[in-house]
């Protein structure tokens, strides 16, 4: 069974860092897609990065382009979310997400299975 759990949310001031953390389990992921969405109060949720399990290819969305970096460190099974210079408009839950796809998604449903999700606030 595949389990995703995010981590290393919180609250800090517009301009702070966070990383996310995302533990992957329950199978091998090496032909997964694995991506970073988020969804605010009353929207929907977006596309914020992706990355295919193996390989080199990122994908960003421009809101956080130049400010988060996504990336995977294979022994410890586990995703990252490095973000810099948040924004308010950066407050949302975070989602990690895994695509049994051979290719890079950046629609929600395209993903098979979904972490619990982990809250970002950014203050003013």
């Known amino acids: 069974q595949v389990r995703l759990v995010e981590s290393g949310g919180g609250l800090v001031q517009a301009g702070a860092s966070l990383r996310l953390s995302c533990a992957a389990s329950g199978r091998a992921f090496s032909s997964y897609a694995m991506g970073w969405f988020r969804q605010a109060p009353g929207k929907e949720r977006e596309f914020v990065s992706a990355t295919k399990w193996i390989g080199g290819d990122r994908y960003y969305a421009d809101s956080v382009k130049g400010r988060f970096t996504i990336s995977r460190e294979y022994a410890k099974n586990t995703l990252y979310l490095q973000m810099n210079s948040l924004k308010p408009e950066d407050t949302a839950v975070y989602y990690c997400?895994?695509?049994?796809?051979?290719?890079?998604?950046?629609?929600?449903?395209?993903?098979?299975?979904w972490g619990q999700g982990t809250q970002v606030t950014v203050s003013s």
């Open positions: 997400a895994a695509a049994n796809r051979g290719s890079i998604e950046v629609i929600p449903t395209s993903y098979d299975y």
